[in-house]
């Protein structure tokens, strides 16, 4: 569990990074059952929840192995044990749970994997209006687990701290924010640097980003997507979100 200080910096800022949270162990077993899907061994991950990295997609490029040319895995914990085992990991849920409460759901997960020299840059964006279809809409918090070392060079995580008091942000001051990072002209925005096994969690009203990886060395982050089991589903698509601790409310998500 977080402690009040941890509870309250997230309060403040937004995001909070918590150190070797996860085992060696668990952070090679997903590793290695994501390499096995990226080579195709896996036959009950579809291949429509894999995404190419642009540049391959496009033709640009090519990639030297299958897990070099894409960008993410998505919603892979709805079908597979491994990855379903680390969404349900204690040390990950008592930390959200110090921050949502007691009853929690898997809305979504992402592997987001930054290949070398092509992994492209994620512009600042907030989670929870792109498709978390929950109100109320503030009781949702990422947990982005370090796979490998995560460094500015290799395109980490970058946090506008505060940002989640707005609550939803319209999209122009979203693209505002993100021509300012690119010009280097944002001096508010603070790098979340990991080692594997840490996790660092996010509010889905934070603004926050990803630049590209200039390095020989991937970068892969599995971001697990949780909400309180006491927000309403407001969406239009089957709802298939996961009970992952407590108990489900009848009538919400
Ligand atoms: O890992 C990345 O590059 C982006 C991750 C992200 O936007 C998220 O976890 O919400």
Same mark, same amino acid.
């Given at each position: ?5 941890q ?8 995001f ?7 085992d ?14 990226a080579?195709?061994?896996?036959? *009950? ?9 642009? &540049? ?7 990639? %030297?192995?299958?897990?070099?040319s894409?960008?993410?895995?998505? *919603?892979? !914990?709805f079908? $597979? ?9 204690? !040390?990950?849920?008592?930390? &959200? ?6 009853d929690?759901?898997l ?19 907030q989670?929870?209006?792109l ?26 995580l ?14 122009e ?7 300012q990072?690119?010009a ?8 979340v640097?990991?080692?594997?096994? $840490? ?5 889905? *009203? ?7 990886n200039?390095? %020989? ?20 698509? $089957? ?11 009848p009538?919400?998500?």
């Amino acid at each position: 569990m977080l402690n009040a200080d941890q509870v309250a910096q997230f309060s403040q800022d937004g995001f909070l990074i918590v150190r070797g949270l996860l085992d060696a162990s668990r952070v090679e077993a997903i590793k290695q059952r994501a390499e096995s899907i990226a080579r195709g061994e896996e036959s *009950h991950v579809p291949p429509s929840r894999l995404q190419l990295e642009p &540049v391959v997609a496009s033709g640009e490029q090519s990639a %030297d192995e299958g897990a070099n040319s894409l960008r993410k895995m998505s *919603h892979v !914990a709805f079908v $597979d044990d491994v990855f379903r085992d680390h969404a349900t990991t204690p !040390a990950i849920l008592d930390c &959200v749970e110090a921050l949502l409460g007691p009853d929690l759901k898997l809305y979504q997960d992402q592997l987001f994997m930054k290949p070398p020299r092509i992994g492209s840059r994620q512009a600042y964006h907030q989670d929870q209006p792109l498709g978390f279809h929950v109100e109320p809409a503030d009781r949702m918090v990422t947990c982005w687990a370090a796979l490998d070392a995560a460094t500015i060079e290799n395109g980490c995580l970058w946090m506008l701290p505060g940002t989640h008091k707005h609550g939803w942000i319209d999209k122009e001051k979203w693209q505002e924010v993100e021509e300012q990072a690119v010009a280097d002209d944002l001096s508010t925005e603070r790098p979340v640097e990991l080692s594997p096994g $840490d996790c660092s969690f996010h509010h889905g *009203h934070i603004l926050h980003s990803s630049r590209p990886n200039l390095t %020989d060395k991937r970068r892969w982050g599995y971001a697990t997507h949780y909400v309180s089991a006491h927000c309403r589903y407001v969406g239009d698509d $089957d709802n298939d979100a996961l009970l992952v601790r407590g108990r489900s409310i009848p009538g919400c998500v």
